[in-house]
Every structure is written in C-alpha cells, then in structure tokens.
C-alpha cells in the first residue's frame, strides 16, 4: 500500500512550513505505516496523555501528542471568583508542585497591586520553592528510572525523600501537597522555630540521598546505554520553540529566571545554573540531580540567614482586594520551567483575565521533532525527560 | 532594555512600516507593574515579530506567553446636554397659546462600541536576558472577521498556544501549520473563553466517534489504509 506511505509524508510537514528546522521535510518510510494510539491509558504518561504515533517499524515517523482530558478551564473559574479564591486552585494545577504555583500567582498579583513582601516571608518562599523544586527533580529522576524498567525502587529512594519534605509541607500548611500558603504580600501562617530546626535537619540529610541517588544511577550500564544520545534537542530550536527549565538548560542554553529576574530575593544567594553539553536525555537527567544540590545550597543559606519579624504585610488587604486597572505578567521559575501568570484588571474584585502560561503544555511543543526517527521505546524515555504534569497542560 | 517608545521609533525607523501611520500604536497599562504593550496592525504583524526577532539591540528571541483576550460589544451611556426647542402650551391673554423656546436639557444616549478579540504576546530575549516586551493585535470583530496572521513561523512556541487560542476564543490564525482544537475534543462547537459563553445543561454529554463526528476525527489523523485506525492491512 504505498498511498499510505506517500500521505504520511506529506502530512507530516507541509512544504510552506518554515518551523521546526531540525525536523526533516519529508520522511521517508521503508516499511508499512502503523499507526499506534500511545494512551490515554499508558503507564508512562504521567496522566492521562495521548500520543498518536505513525510507525514504521520500530522508527516512529510521525507523532501528534494529544490531550485536554483533564480541561476543566481553570482560566474561565479564576475569572468568575476573587484573585485569592483561585490560590487554592493552583495548587492543582502542577501537584507536584504546589507551594511553586502559589509563588507566581501571587508574584503576578503583587506586580499588579504593587505590594511590598516582608523580609521573612520573602526567606519561607525561597525556602518552600527550593524544597518544592528538591521534590519535583528528586521524583521526576525516579520516575524516569522506572520508564527504563527499574519498577518501583528507584523511585522509592526518590520517594523516601519527598515524603520528609512532604511531612515538613504538611506541619507549616496543613496539607502535604494541596498547600494553598502564600498570600498577596506574604505567607499565610508563620514558620516556628521548631520547624526551622526540623527543616534543616532534612536538608542536612540531604546531600547524602544525592550523592546516593547519584551512585546508584549515573554510572548504571542500562542507564547510559539507554540515555545516551538519544532525544537530542539543539539549542536553536528550544530557544525558538520556547522551552524552559531543566529541558532548556540541559540543551546548554543559560536561562534561568532566578538569576535573570532576581524575583524574590534570589540576588542574594549563591548558586551555580548547570548546563547541558550534549543535550540528550542524559544531560536532562543530570541536570536535574545537579539543580537539585545547587537548592540544597541555597536551603542552607536561606535557613542560616532567614530573619525574625512579621509575613504578611500590614497594609496588605484581603478583603475587599480591587487592584487598579492594568494588567501585568509575572513569571517565577517553577521545577519544571517558566510559570507565568497574565492578569488583567478592570478595577473589579474578580480578574478581567487570568492566563496561566503553562510550562508542561509549551515544554511538549517539540516533542515531536525530539522523537522522529528514534525507537519507539525510546518515545516513553524522551516524554518523561520533558516532564510534565497533566494537571497544568490541561489546565 | 528599550521602553517602549523607543522600539517604536526602532520599527518605524527600520522601515519595517510606513512611517507616521498607525501600524504600531503604544498602549499604557495602568497598574504599578507599568508594562506597557504596543499594538500592532495585524497587516505588518508578521513583518515586526520578525524584525523584533532579528535586530540585534532587542534580539526578542524568545515569546513566553501567548494568550487572547475577550473584549465582547459595550453598551457605553453618556449623558450628553442638549439644546433645542421645545414648545409649550401656556396661557397668554387671548387665551392659550403655542410657545416656542430653546432650552437646555440633559439627555442620555446610549451607543455600543463593538467588541474585539485580542491576542497578546510576552517576548523576552535569551541572549540579551531582557524583557517582557508585549505585543498585541485585535480582529475587526467577534463574529466573521476573526483573522489575525499566525506568528508560530516566526516563534514555534506559538504552535500550541495560537491553537489553544483558535480553541477557547476562537480566533482564526492565517498561516498557522496545524490549526484546530487542542483542550476540546473535536466536535465541540462554541469557544468556552468568551465571555457571552453560556454552558450548556448537558456539559458532560460527548459525542462518541461516529458519523460526522468520525469524519471530522479523521481529517487529523495520519493517513492510513483502514480509517478506523487499526493496524494496516
């Protein structure tokens, strides 16, 4: 059936396209097309996620990520409630990630009402985000393991770590992922100084869960074999297709908003961005593990110096919130890239429009130009070494 | 980092529009995050994104966000003083009599200014780590004029948001390479962002794939010798 064979190519790229250069123009095929739904059910999409992947035999041609079935609007909900009523609902947008969604939204807010943070509330945020982002990589390296096959142990020396971070999110929060914690000029409980000790007991255990994770995992034959030059995203293309986080990065690309937007207090730690230099799955995977020593460094400094005194600020108004109208677009580097949140006001209680820039949903664009021409096997590898919630792609 | 009067004066120096006209208009944003925006006219939209792209002063190298706003018809009523004449019945000596005076009143009048859709976009710059530098352009109206050129041959991270905005605003993107639905399944009809939208009572209802829903359906899938998708024969 060689029509099959001619459509496939010509509806993979269509000739006026001027995008994706790494992405060949024609492909051609040798075989017979296959064409396999990867999910909604498949155990290595994080969710519910499909692929629409064209085969020809082991060698995928063609693959269109599909998804929405988790779309519950969340843009639409934010608009109909007040700016702080939809703090919660963050939470749920990367749940793994929550106390890093808190963060942008309420940096967007605060860019819009031009609210001051105080100084100790500023510290709890660094502090939570670093854990949040220990979290994210710590979990993501473990799940890429398991998509290698290595069912569930890896992943659990990934998960024996979060569940004490999850502890300490739950003694500050009240809740071990839905945390709802920051408020439109600070945070909305104080930490102890009970938890303050207890945190930097889990961060002081933590160098040697990576030195560890590391050992047991970098020098790993299968791991190499597997990860190796496969999934290679060229920096001209991730720039262009507006990749973010440890997948820009890896692919030796030095963007990384907190040192290029110094939101927050991230101008006063010290920390190092690791770059890729092959800009395979490997390098996402390292990267990873060296992001996640370069937070333990600023956990400690940011515990050693964290000051005394309030954080909330005192002239902060949670009732009857009307910012001026105007909009404003804040952005913090969440675990899995740029988080950004685009508000529009019209002087109202309620956002005129709320806009979540979703890095998962943007992250996945080149999905496609990664996994041309590779196995089929390795599809499941490259998705998880972009690392996406589907929470946050759907939205 | 430029402001935005000065990229204005960039792009009208460049030639890349006829000066003095209104292709690039300067928007001010009200808020203390003073992040002003420039709009463009969607017929020289395509030619601006690429000369932000380029120039090696702004090197915008980078589009973060994409997204679309809303902006449905406004009923606007203003109160407007009038003068004209107004006649009158009053009594004269020789009985009543029709008299005529110019007066002053108040009168309101109300007109709608119509709405719009609009796409927005937040460009930074990797190489020169500056930014946001925001865009904007808006269709004639909401109904059939909805077109605006696509800029994902300028920026590939436009593919997927241009397409979740053709989605939930439904703003047609001209020259976009895979425009159609992403968040809604295929058949869904209405665009759930707008502001006018109404949810319908049987929200949860979903056509199964069959009939003209299975065409439709097809159309995006790759081409294959037994439509139903499985394995070929």
């Known amino acids: ?395 | 980092m430029k402001t935005v009067e000065e990229i204005k004066a960039a792009i009208e120096a460049a030639g890349v529009v006829p000066s003095g006209g209104a292709a690039v208009e300067i928007v001010h944003n009200g808020s203390p995050s003073g992040q002003h925006s420039l709009r463009l006219d969607p017929a020289y939209a395509v030619e601006v994104a690429k000369f932000l792209r380029d120039d090696a002063d702004l090197s915008l190298d980078f589009l973060s966000n994409a997204t679309g706003v809303d902006w449905p018809d406004k009923e606007i009523s203003e109160k407007v003083k009038v003068t004209r004449p107004v006649t009158r019945t009053v009594d004269g000596p020789e009985g009543k009599v029709e008299e005529t005076s110019e007066e002053t009143v108040e009168e309101t009048r109300k007109h709608t200014q119509p709405g719009y859709l609009e796409a927005v976009y937040h460009l930074f710059s990797m190489a020169k780590k500056h930014g946001p530098v925001i865009i904007r352009m808006r269709t004639v109206n909401r109904s059939d004029q909805v077109e605006l050129p696509s800029l994902t041959p300028i920026w590939r991270s436009a593919e997927f948001q241009e397409r979740e905005i053709f989605d939930l605003f439904g703003i047609v993107f001209t020259g976009h390479p895979d425009l159609r639905r992403i968040l809604m399944w295929d058949g869904f009809k209405d665009h759930p962002m707008r502001r006018d939208y109404v949810d319908p009572d049987d929200f949860e209802y979903e056509p199964t794939p069959h009939d003209e829903v299975l065409l439709r359906a097809n159309a995006h899938r790759a081409a294959s010798a037994s439509p139903e998708g499985t394995a070929a024969r």
């Not at chain 1, 290595?44 to 599909?66: C, I, N, Q, W």
């Not at chain 1, 770590?161 to 909305?188: H, P, Q, V």
């Open chain 1, 1 to 395: 059936m060689s029509t099959s064979i001619n459509t496939v190519a010509e509806t993979a790229v269509s000739p006026e396209r001027e995008v994706g250069w790494n992405r060949p123009r024609t492909v051609e095929t040798e075989g017979e097309v296959l064409e396999v739904a990867m999910g909604p059910h498949h155990p290595s999409t994080h969710g519910v996620f499909r692929m629409d992947v064209a085969l020809d035999g082991e060698r995928v041609v063609r693959l269109k990520p599909v998804f929405g079935y988790l779309h519950r609007n969340h843009e639409k909900l934010a608009e109909g409630m007040t700016y702080l009523a939809s703090m919660p609902f963050t939470d749920r947008l990367d749940y793994i990630c929550s106390l890093s969604n808190n963060w942008a939204l309420a940096l967007s807010v605060e860019k819009l009402a031009g609210q001051e943070v105080p100084e100790r509330a500023q510290y709890l945020r660094v502090i939570l985000a670093e854990l949040t982002r220990i979290v994210n990589h710590a979990s993501s390296v473990g799940f890429l393991i398991q998509e290698m096959g290595a069912s569930g142990t890896p992943l659990m020396y990934a998960f024996r770590e979060r569940e004490k971070i999850l502890d300490l999110f739950e003694a500050l929060t009240g809740s071990r992922m839905m945390c709802n914690y920051m408020r439109f000029g600070g945070c909305r409980v104080d930490a102890s100084a009970a938890w303050l000790d207890a945190t930097r007991k889990v961060v002081a255990a933590l160098p040697a869960f990576a030195d560890e994770f590391e050992r047991f995992l970098c020098s790993n034959e299968i791991v190499m074999a597997r990860c190796q030059g496969v999934g290679i995203l060229k920096p001209e293309l991730a720039i262009n297709a507006g990749v973010t986080g440890p997948l820009l990065r890896a692919s030796g690309v030095n963007y990384d908003i907190r040192k290029v937007d110094h939101y927050g207090i991230y101008d006063r730690f010290k920390f190092r961005v690791p770059l890729g230099d092959h800009w395979d799955i490997y390098d996402r995977f390292m990267v990873r593990l060296l992001e996640l020593r370069e937070s333990i460094g600023i956990l400690e400094q940011a515990l050693k110096d964290i000051p005394a005194g309030p954080v909330m600020d005192a002239k902060a108004k949670i009732r009857g919130f009307r910012p001026k109208p105007g909009e404003a677009y804040g952005r913090v580097e969440a675990p899995k890239g740029e988080l950004g949140f685009y508000l529009i006001s019209d002087g109202g209680p309620n956002p005129y429009r709320y806009r979540v820039r979703p890095p998962s949903l943007i992250n996945l664009t080149i999905l496609e130009d990664m996994c041309l021409g590779e196995n089929l096997a390795d599809v499941v590898l490259i998705f998880g070494s972009v690392d996406i919630v589907l929470g946050e792609v759907d939205r």
